[in-house]
């Protein structure tokens, strides 16, 4: 068993650190020290920004989105289309979306997939209250901008089901060949994807 080098201060702090998302323990360790090298520049701001964000940010009550506003900033704005809403499996894919800023649409965040294996059912997703905002908002398109998992195309179904008794069209984002793509490099899901749902030239 590795000898303790650190106190437990830092060694709570690599802890959390290994946490996140793409860093390892190796990668936490590197991370903590430029951190505790950078105290003044960087340690204490971020500590501050984290205790703010802590008691700031709240879930929208509307959308699901993350933000410190309830309704939050996507929900209040005017030049939004609200004839448009946009589900999205989690908050990430909401940024993702907004950074390419294709569209100015409202969005419903699910919080996940229906995974029945891992217990996530519907009780367990913000879904009970899109068919409500569907008519509140007198949205005329459902957009699923859900992931081309097993998972996401089981919620996909399950949302337009949920939706079919309304007047109201349901679409997807459509799989196929990238931008910049080279056949050969793709796998055969993908093709099949591009294949099935090619578009008039």
Not at 166 to 181: C, M, N, Q
Request: charge should be neutral; hydrophobic fraction near 40%.
């Amino acid at each position: 068993m590795a000898e303790r080098i650190a106190g437990p201060e830092i060694e709570r702090l690599i802890q959390l650190l290994a946490r996140l998302p793409g860093l390892g323990p190796r990668s936490a360790r590197r991370a903590a020290l430029h951190l505790i090298r950078k105290r003044e520049e960087l340690l204490g701001p971020l500590a501050d920004a984290m205790r703010v964000a802590r008691e700031r940010i709240v879930t929208c009550s509307a959308c699901g989105n993350i933000d410190t506003s309830d309704p939050c900033a996507v929900c209040n704005d005017p030049r939004r289309d609200p004839t448009m809403i946009v589900v999205v499996e989690t908050v990430a894919d909401l940024w993702a979306l907004e950074r390419v800023g294709a569209m100015r649409a409202r969005y419903h965040v699910l919080g996940g997939t229906l995974s029945p294996l891992d217990g996530v059912g519907p009780k367990e997703l913000n879904l009970d209250t899109l068919p409500a905002r569907v008519v509140e908002t007198g949205a005329k398109e459902v957009i699923l901008a859900v992931n081309a998992t097993v998972d996401g195309q089981t919620t996909a179904h399950y949302i337009t089901d949920l939706l079919s008794h309304l007047d109201i069209k349901v679409t997807r984002l459509a799989h196929g060949v990238p931008v910049g793509g080279e056949l050969d490099y793709l796998d055969e899901g993908t093709l099949s994807a591009a294949l099935r749902q090619r578009t008039p030239f």
